[in-house]
């Protein structure tokens, strides 16, 4: 099993910078991908973010050139630097890892708890 905790949401205006962290522990042998997603009232979750095992990086058009997606591969983190916050951002900002957790396995998606983000105008 493995357990994924994500932090650094809270509460800034418009213009502001949060950095997101997603740790993750337990049973890893190495990870396929990393990705951020956020769900906002009302709305369904989407793609954000995504760093693959090659450090290939991915973002969705509203979040580009504002949101950079990084890895620590020792301390097994994946972190979600978003700048110039729009009011549009303020979602719950969920961390997904596939991982594997031997060399003989293809991987399994797991999920964090979710991180409040709100941008006030």
């Known amino acids: 099993q493995v357990q994924l905790v994500e932090s650094g949401g809270g509460l800034v205006q418009a213009g502001g910078s949060l950095r997101l962290s997603c740790a993750a522990s337990?049973?890893?042998?190495?990870?396929?991908?990393m990705d951020w997603y956020r769900q906002a009232p009302g709305k369904q979750r989407e793609l954000v973010a995504g760093?693959?095992?090659?450090?290939?990086?991915a973002y969705a058009d509203s979040v580009k050139g504002r949101f950079t997606i990084s890895r620590d591969n020792a301390k097994n983190t994946v972190y979600l630097q978003m700048n110039n916050l729009k009011s549009e951002d303020t979602a719950v900002y969920y961390c997904?890892?596939?991982?594997?957790?031997?060399?003989?396995?293809?991987?399994?998606?797991?999920w964090g708890q979710g991180t409040q983000v709100t941008v006030s105008s």
């Open positions: 760093i693959t095992s090659g450090s290939t990086t």
């Open positions: 337990g049973r890893i042998f190495r990870f396929n991908r």
């Open positions: 997904a890892a596939d991982v594997r957790s031997t060399p003989w396995d293809d991987g399994n998606v797991y």
